[in-house]
């Protein structure tokens, strides 16, 4: 087995592992009472309202707000490093097919691997920073899989033998 | 018979897939069971966008009105009921939801457990076990989540949690136990380390078949990715604020008389969750028809049908797995004309993967007949 191919299997395999073992614990310990207060948030908001109290009713439509962007990332950063994860395993069973040296192949699965840990990682981090760095993480992230995913492609619909 | 229709009758490559995809085999198990489930989610996702999805969205909708109503009107216990229906209404489609996307996730992993059979160090006697044990899990998984909604709490012995959602838990925990026994078993394999390892006809095909759909599924993959990459950054945050201001706008006007700035709000909410459900439904529809297309580009070996058939099914199943997602994307600029094309999109996926089953399913009827006349 190529280096290339171990990297991304193993790599996949071990960000899956990690995406739902993430998942686990978020959903024992804080999903369902994120779930709960955002819903009760939410119907406090419009029950103040109709009692004509109206800055409580809007401290409760804010508290509602911020848990969902909050739990909106959350999610996102579980589901996409275990889909991540499968994608990396997948790519890399086939990954000798990629028509390119294995140097190449080394490096377009290191910037699948290392974009897949860093994208939904930025995502996540944007829950207690809402400044630019989280964004930037997520972003460089992102463009690390788009650049190997497109290497991959590429690499794939050249092998012909 | 084609070139491709004689080819799997004949040496090495017969008795090789003889031994590997024998009849009650853990691979023959995974590969129609996973193909099996992916249809079936497929078609209950089908049946939910047309008959669920939307009369719940506009349920939602009509709550939300009457939330407000209720605000204009200061009746805090309106409000409280209005927003306690749309919970169960939320409820409702959620199950919904978590049973087709779990559906089809299990039948991925079943896909790329079928995958990994040659390097999972168990008895064969093991393997068929397991394969049969994730087949239940993976039917008791979502058939259970998706009776929650009806089931509720009746007959329960516990405080919170229904028997439907009871067996749903079971049967995740059962998928859950035969992944880890085989990850178990992958690990013992690269621990023991053989001198001699057996190549896989699935890891080697070549077959313009199995190119296209490697390709096509990665750039499948690529399209949802640079959509997901654009929609975080031009609109996710954009329409965080407006959500929210919405709502704010809802309560203020409506508790102020302003029934007509209220009403609108709540028209401007519907659209905004419509723009945000379309998008996230073709970013996850695209990627996840991607994968679809690499996981069957390995089991094209399997596929007993013509070389011109194969290609034809290829070719629909990329289609339709542009298609859904593409139309899914318009359907706020081209509404039922749009949903319509998505669902015929969604259609041509069902009838390739439902082809490649057959096709497969004919594969193992040469093989069975072929091992008995051996």
């Given at each position: 087995m190529t280096f290339s191919r171990r990297f991304l299997i193993f790599g996949g395999l071990a960000l899956a592992v990690w995406g739902m073992g993430y998942g686990i614990w978020y959903a024992v310990f804080i999903e369902h009472q994120t779930l709960d207060g955002l819903s009760s948030a939410l119907a406090t908001g419009f029950i103040r309202a109709a009692e004509n109290r109206m800055a409580e009713s809007q401290a409760a439509l804010a508290d509602a707000a911020s848990r969902s962007f909050v739990y909106v990332r959350q999610v996102d950063a579980h589901g996409h490093w275990i889909g991540l994860g499968l994608?990396?395993?997948?790519?890399?069973?086939?990954?000798?097919?990629?028509?390119?040296?294995?140097?190449?192949?080394?490096?377009?699965?290191?910037?699948?691997?290392?974009?897949?840990?860093?994208?939904?990682?930025?995502?996540l981090l944007e829950t207690w920073n809402r400044g630019a760095g989280p964004q930037a993480l997520a972003v460089i992230g992102s463009a690390l899989v788009?650049?190997?995913?497109?290497?991959?492609?590429?690499?794939?619909?050249?092998?012909?033998? | 018979?084609?070139?491709?229709?004689?080819?799997?009758?004949?040496?090495?490559?017969?008795?090789?897939?003889?031994?590997?995809?024998a009849p009650f085999s853990a691979r023959r198990v995974f590969v129609i069971g996973g193909i099996a489930l992916i249809l079936c989610g497929m078609i209950l996702g089908d049946i939910f966008a047309?008959?669920?999805?939307?009369?719940?969205?506009?349920?939602i909708g009509e709550n939300l009105l009457a939330a407000t109503r209720a605000v204009a009107s200061h009746d805090p216990q309106g409000a409280g009921a209005a927003f306690q229906n749309i919970g169960g209404l939320l409820e409702n489609r959620g199950t919904k939801v978590d049973a087709h996307s779990h559906m089809i996730g299990f039948g991925y992993i079943a896909l790329l457990i079928a995958l990994l059979q040659p390097y999972i160090a168990l008895s064969e006697s093991t393997k068929r076990f397991l394969a049969k044990l994730f087949v239940l899990g993976a039917?008791?998984?979502p058939v259970g989540v998706f009776l929650i909604h009806y089931v509720g709490m009746a007959g329960s012995p516990f405080a919170a949690i229904g028997w439907a959602s009871v067996f749903g838990d079971f049967g995740g925990f059962l998928v859950w136990l035969v992944c880890l026994c085989e990850l178990a078993g992958l690990v013992k394999y690269f621990g023991a380390r053989p001198t001699v390892r057996s190549s896989d006809e699935l890891h080697n095909d070549r077959s313009w078949a199995a190119r296209t759909l490697l390709s096509g599924g990665t750039?499948?993959?690529?399209?949802?990715?640079?959509?997901?990459?654009?929609?975080?950054?031009?609109?996710?945050?954009?329409?965080?604020?407006?959500?929210?201001?919405?709502?704010?706008?809802m309560t203020t006007q409506a508790a102020a008389g302003n029934s007509a700035a209220a009403l609108q709000a709540v028209a401007e909410y519907g659209q905004l969750q419509g723009a945000k459900a379309v998008n996230v439904a073709a970013h996850a529809h695209v990627i996840e028809f991607g994968v679809l297309a690499i996981l069957l580009a390995f089991f094209q070996p399997y596929v007993f049908l013509s070389e011109k058939w194969r290609r034809i099914w290829v070719v629909v199943l990329l289609i339709g797995s542009l298609a859904l997602p593409l139309f899914v994307l318009l359907e706020l600029q081209w509404g039922l004309l749009a949903g319509g094309l998505a669902d015929v999109g969604g259609l041509l996926v069902i009838v390739a993967l439902f082809a490649m089953l057959v096709g497969i399913w004919r594969y193992t009827g040469k093989l069975d007949s072929s091992a008995v006349v051996a």
């Open positions: 994608l990396l395993l997948i790519l890399g069973i086939a990954f000798d097919r990629v028509g390119f040296g294995e140097r190449m192949r080394t490096y377009l699965a290191a910037a699948l691997l290392a974009g897949s840990v860093i994208f939904p990682l930025g995502v788009i650049l190997g995913l497109s290497g991959t492609a590429w690499g794939f619909a050249r092998s012909n033998s | 018979m084609s070139t491709r229709e004689g080819a799997v009758g004949s040496g090495s490559t017969l008795t090789q897939s003889v031994d590997r995809f047309a008959f669920i999805l939307h009369p719940n969205a506009n349920r039917i008791l998984l750039v499948l993959v690529l399209i949802g990715f640079l959509h997901g990459s654009y929609y975080a950054g031009a609109h996710l945050f954009r329409y965080e604020a407006k959500d929210s201001e919405l709502l704010s706008a």
